[in-house]
């Protein structure tokens, strides 16, 4: 069972930085394309960010420019390198396989607020 732990969110102000990483075990994990998702406070989850195992990168619209998605195969995790943070970013952020999606790890948390 793939096991996925995200982590670094918190509490930033509008116009701030935050990388968040995610930590997937029990995968051959270099050879899976990596997707970031997030849910907003009464929205559905919705995707963002996604990364190949080649490294090629695809964005919403709503955070391309933004956020950068990465990722490390010999650390098995995938990154959201996330700038110019808006009140409208805030949710809890979640990764997931794209090819083989495994249930939903607790996600991280950010809020956007001053």
């Known amino acids: 069972q793939v096991q996925l732990v995200e982590s670094g969110g918190g509490l930033v102000q509008p116009g701030g930085s935050l990388r968040l990483s995610c930590a997937v075990s029990?995968?051959?994990?270099?050879?899976?394309?990596m997707g970031w998702y997030r849910q907003a406070p009464e929205k559905q989850r919705e995707f963002i960010a996604v990364?190949?195992?080649?490294?090629?990168?695809n964005y919403a619209d709503s955070v391309k420019g933004r956020f950068t998605i990465s990722r490390d195969n010999a650390k098995n995790t995938v990154y959201l390198q996330m700038s110019s943070l808006k009140p409208e970013d805030t949710a809890v952020y979640y990764c997931?396989?794209?090819?083989?999606?495994?249930?939903w790890g607790q996600g991280t948390r950010v809020t956007v607020s001053s």
């Open positions: 029990r995968i051959v994990f270099s050879t899976y394309t």
């Open positions: 997931n396989v794209i090819e083989a999606p495994a249930n």
């Open positions: 990364i190949t195992s080649g490294g090629n990168t």
